[in-house]
């Protein structure tokens, strides 16, 4: 054998091998060769392929990253990526299997493949002819971002894969993540660099994916479990999801081990049993199960909704509990002058992220805790949901204990505190508070309030602190060249914030009123009050006996209303604002055309003519209870592009469902209706 193929067939071999001790190191955690012998193969395959020209775009040696990027491109999925639905208990689940089963034409005892719900991010990775030549997020599940450049770097994910012929492509799916020993040793060696350290593995993996350097995306040690396929063209899979994982396990793919195959929604249930027990003992975090029917005829049989598939489910498991050490307590104010009690943690990771701070709502729950500083605590955390210390543990053991007391005046302002009903304290300076004004400023420029786009949390405290506005009128006197000169704003920036404060000037009544922060008053209530009054001077004219004839509006929110409306300060408010340009046309007082009393409405989806507070306003004004889940008591279900579960509970119950296009129709028709009838 010439010289020349030696060192071919040397090359080859090598990247075998290294290929073979990557997927037994990333993927299995069964190295069979220490760090050493690793390099030094990579070491030798790399002065090869050098020496001689050899290098490809599959081998080991191009994972080290990039030139970056300028930017992502997108792309399109050819077969979208659908969430998933959610269960958070038993019977949710033994409904789930209920509702295939009633789709079926048979009532065979159905297989299930079951796999933890891996806490990372969604991919999918494109082979043709058995070549890595694309990766993307999911994005929204139409159209994701190119990532190829990143997910190239994972040494768990192969470039190639030898088992597929030329004329192949198949689309693998799978849940890219930042196991805990990886996220340990990355935050050490943060902290020993004095680099700023991660806050979670999942964030820290989402944003390692999205890096426009592919050479940062190398240093994270990322990971991959597949869980579907998308596109196959050129070959035939088995015909069972865990024959599937089977045969991608094979072709070097790195599936989860924790996958099993069970029988009926009992056998599921066993398996989310035992996993939920192994949860802190895994490499990974988790936050569930994922339930799939096994077999992939019956899966197309079942087909989807418009955002999941209708033969999966996450059962996700209950909050997670951890202890740690209160450092502190401090008290914060809040947009209405409430205030709050919020702990400084011992950071310690529960449920998924680093828990530094979470409030205590109240000194009732203070006092039922019987919580002190320096006490040790269980924090539980489920999910999305908001942190909570639950109980306190061994007191006794607090030594240096520190009662929690109130503070004698507003931490903010230093004004007297109020008592506010039985657990409630309040700042009486109001807007006048520096806590509240910024608060109440950036409520007022809220997306479901007057919705100044561009006009965020960060700039209303710069444009506060810098003493360019006082109040929610002071927006509206601002100029462009004021905000070109802050940090971080430019003039095309400013140029873009005064034409959306300019826009906003064209509103609703409803958003005006939710948008002045009267205590109390929600989307609901400013509605259901333009809905009764028609208009804004009537509103303020009104006493809190007539405002308590308000739909769901009773004597304690009537009376806010009422003294809100009897402050002088609060009216020559509102005065500036309509002379800065405010305007809202008159709502149909609801009282003389209701054509929907008594009907429920569902809004799902995103509506592309109308938003959906418009659109829940409209209906509420004709009469109809806007309600957030389908039930068998829903009349009618408006669906728009993205609509999901709902859609799918509307079709099983036999609710009448309205696309966007049908539903303006009839508000038009009943508007044209109620025009006819006042004249």
């Given at each position: 054998?010439?010289?020349?193929?030696?060192?071919?067939?040397?090359?080859?071999?090598?990247?075998?091998?290294?290929?073979?001790?990557?997927?037994?190191?990333?993927?299995?955690?069964?190295?069979?060769?220490?760090?050493?012998?690793?390099?030094?193969?990579?070491?030798?395959?790399?002065?090869?392929?050098?020496?001689?020209?050899?290098?490809?775009?599959?081998?080991?040696?191009?994972?080290?990253?990039?030139?970056?990027?300028?930017?992502?491109?997108?792309?399109?999925?050819?077969?979208?990526?659908?969430?998933?639905?959610?269960?958070?208990?038993?019977?949710?689940?033994?409904?789930?299997?209920?509702?295939?089963?009633?789709?079926?034409?048979?009532?065979?005892?159905?297989?299930?493949?079951?796999?933890?719900?891996?806490?990372?991010?969604?991919?999918?990775?494109?082979?043709?002819?058995?070549?890595?030549?694309?990766?993307?997020?999911?994005?929204?599940?139409?159209?994701?971002?190119?990532?190829?450049?990143?997910?190239?770097?994972?040494?768990?994910?192969?470039?190639?894969?030898?088992?597929?012929?030329?004329?192949?492509?198949?689309?693998?799916?799978?849940?890219?993540?930042?196991?805990?020993?990886?996220?340990?040793?990355?935050?050490?060696?943060?902290?020993?660099?004095?680099?700023?350290?991660?806050?979670?593995?999942?964030?820290?993996?989402?944003?390692?994916?999205?890096?426009?350097?592919?050479?940062?995306?190398?240093?994270?040690?990322?990971?991959?479990?597949?869980?579907?396929?998308?596109?196959?063209?050129?070959?035939?899979?088995?015909?069972?999801?865990?024959?599937?994982?089977?045969?991608?396990?094979?072709?070097?793919?790195?599936?989860?081990?924790?996958?099993?195959?069970?029988s009926g929604i009992a056998g599921c249930l066993n398996y989310c049993v035992k996993l939920l027990n192994k949860r802190s003992s895994l490499e990974y975090e988790i936050d569930g199960a994922v339930i799939k029917v096994n077999d992939i005829d019956t899966q197309r049989q079942l087909g989807q909704n418009a955002k999941s598939p209708r033969w999966t489910m996450a059962y996700k498991f209950p909050a997670e509990e951890k202890s740690t050490r209160v450092l502190g307590v401090e008290f914060q104010v809040g947009r209405t002058g409430t205030i709050t009690p919020v702990a400084r943690l011992d950071p310690v990771f529960v449920g998924g992220v680093t828990v530094s701070n979470t409030t205590l709502h109240n000194m009732d729950e203070i006092g039922r805790l019987g919580l002190r500083v320096g006490d040790t605590v269980i924090v539980r955390r489920a999910g999305d949901v908001i942190p909570k210390v639950v109980k306190v543990i061994s007191p006794e053991k607090n030594h240096r204990a520190k009662t929690i007391k109130l503070p004698p005046a507003c931490p903010a302002c230093g004004s007297v505190i109020e008592k506010d009903g039985d657990v409630l304290v309040r700042c009486s300076a109001g807007i006048t508070c520096p806590a509240q004004r910024k608060e109440s400023i950036k409520h007022f420029a809220s997306r479901s309030a007057m919705d100044i786009e561009g006009l965020g949390d960060k700039l209303v405290e710069q444009l506060v602190d810098a003493g360019m506005i006082e109040s929610v009128a002071d927006i509206y006197k601002l100029s462009s060249g004021q905000i070109a000169g802050l940090e971080r704003m430019g003039e095309k920036s400013a140029g873009n914030l005064i034409m959306a404060i300019e826009k906003s000037k064209q509103t609703s009544l409803p958003r005006f009123l939710f948008a002045l922060g009267v205590r109390e008053v929600g989307e609901a209530t400013g509605a259901a009050l333009a809905n009764h009054y028609g208009d804004l001077p009537p509103i303020i004219a009104a006493d809190s006996e007539s405002l308590e004839q308000v739909a769901d509006i009773g004597p304690v929110v009537a009376r806010h209303i009422d003294t809100f409306f009897a402050n002088e300060v609060n009216l020559t408010l509102i005065g500036e604002l309509q002379k800065s340009g405010i305007r809202w046309p008159p709502v149909e007082i609801a009282a003389r055309n209701q054509p929907l009393q008594g009907q429920t409405y569902v809004l799902t989806g995103t509506l592309q003519e109308m938003p959906r507070t418009v659109a829940k306003t409209r209906l509420q004004a004709l009469g109809a209870k806007v309600a957030g889940t389908v039930s068998k008591n829903t009349d009618v279900v408006v669906t728009g592009p993205g609509a999901g579960s709902k859609l799918g509970k509307a079709e099983e119950l036999g609710i009448k469902i309205l696309n966007e296009g049908e539903f303006l129709d009839l508000l038009d028709t009943l508007s044209k209706q109620g025009r006819t009838r006042a004249d």
């Open positions: 054998m010439a010289a020349s193929e030696k060192i071919k067939q040397e090359v080859l071999e090598l990247r075998r091998q290294i290929e073979h001790h990557n997927r037994l190191y990333h993927s299995l955690d069964t190295p069979e060769i220490p760090d050493a012998d690793y390099d030094a193969l990579l070491h030798r395959l790399e002065t090869l392929e050098t020496a001689h020209d050899l290098a490809t775009p599959d081998s080991p040696t191009q994972r080290v990253g990039s030139e970056p990027l300028a930017q992502f491109s997108q792309v399109n999925h050819e077969i979208a990526m659908l969430s998933l639905d959610k269960v958070f208990g038993e019977q949710d689940l033994r409904d789930f299997e209920t509702r295939i089963k009633k789709r079926l034409s048979d009532d065979l005892q159905l297989q299930y493949s079951c796999e933890p719900k891996v806490d990372g991010v969604a991919v999918s990775l494109l082979y043709q002819g058995g070549m890595l030549i694309r990766a993307a997020t999911r994005g929204d599940g139409i159209s994701g971002e190119d990532i190829t450049h990143n997910v190239r770097t994972i040494k768990s994910i192969p470039l190639r894969l030898p088992a597929l012929s030329d004329d192949t492509r198949i689309e693998v799916r799978g849940e890219i993540f930042l196991g805990k020993k990886g996220f340990q040793r990355l935050n050490a060696r943060a902290e020993k660099e004095g680099t700023k350290v991660f806050v979670n593995p999942r964030n820290t993996a989402a944003g390692a994916i999205r890096q426009l350097d592919s050479r940062n995306t190398a240093k994270i040690p990322l990971q991959l479990y597949c869980y579907s396929v998308g596109i196959v063209e050129g070959l035939e899979l088995p015909d069972s999801l865990s024959d599937i994982f089977d045969t991608l396990e094979k072709w070097g793919l790195p599936v989860n081990p924790e996958r099993s195959t069970e």
